[in-house]
């Protein structure tokens, strides 16, 4: 039997694909000749809508997977159905993420796991699953950071430290796992407005008022930036991109 053409194509698995930056980031890889991985904790059907989207253009080209990354053992099973799927794994994306606010008079120890599994412990547990796979592959890892690592955000002091933990952990992990596979991150500034109302109107004026270029970025100038440090970077790893408008220079 003859191969199909997906069969020869990078697999790149995109973590929290179903909505948003993940699934503009999984569409952008796809149009540009990846076969896409999407993984979604709760988005069913969000998920399967869009591996039905991507499939109408190049069959066999996406599959869906399900899994609860908080629990770091998840993690062998998530790659393992991946490469059983597609045969292999050339990159991966940690885009996953929750995001909430932690006053620090109500912040509970739930919260700190919650926010620290989700947006470190995660992506960390991943790699490391992926890792044989990738060097094998001489591939790349792309962590969706956040400009407030390194400029906290008030009220969100866990979610901070989360994410300066993800960034510490991309530069990390570019040393352990060289040569064989790069480790890079992209940090969004102000992309999309959280869908659950926690940026009131005069908020988020007050942000936009603080970005050089006075607009909202778009989910696909985050997925411009994964797919150059994912091609078009081979010398380049434990490198943090800020893909925000110019915003971490106001802060």
């Known amino acids: 039997m003859t191969p199909s053409p997906s069969e020869h194509r990078p697999v790149v698995l995109v973590t929290g694909a179903a909505r948003r930056i993940g699934a503009a980031i999984a569409r952008h890889l796809h149009t540009h000749g990846w076969n896409v991985a999407l993984h979604y904790r709760t988005s069913a059907s969000a998920a399967e809508r869009l591996a039905t ?4 253009e190049r069959p066999g080209s996406a599959a869906c997977f399900a899994a609860e990354l908080a629990a770091p053992a998840n993690a062998p099973a998530l790659v393992a159905a991946v490469l059983d799927r597609f045969g292999r794994l050339d990159a991966l994306v940690n885009n996953a993420s929750t995001f909430y606010p932690t006053p620090i008079p109500e912040v509970t120890p739930e919260q700190w796991e919650d926010l620290l599994g989700a947006n470190a412990r995660a992506p960390f547990f991943l790699t490391q699953a992926a ?5 094998r592959r001489r591939g790349a890892v792309v962590n969706v950071v956040d400009i407030h690592a390194e400029r906290p955000l008030p009220r969100y002091p866990v979610y901070t430290a989360a994410k300066a933990a ?3 952990l991309t530069r990390a992990l570019a040393i352990e796992l060289a040569p064989a596979v790069r480790v890079n991150g992209v940090a969004p500034g102000a992309i999309l407005w959280p869908e659950d109302d926690q940026y009131p109107p005069a908020e988020r004026e007050r942000i936009l008022a603080q970005i050089p270029l006075q607009r909202l970025g778009e989910p696909g100038d985050i997925a411009r930036a994964v797919r150059f440090l994912l091609e078009d970077a081979p010398y380049v790893t434990g490198q943090i991109l800020a893909v925000d408008g110019g915003r971490s220079l106001a802060l």
């Open 53 to 56: 989207e991507l499939t109408a």
């Open 131 to 135: 890792a044989p796979e990738l060097a």
């Open 166 to 168: 993800l960034a510490g």
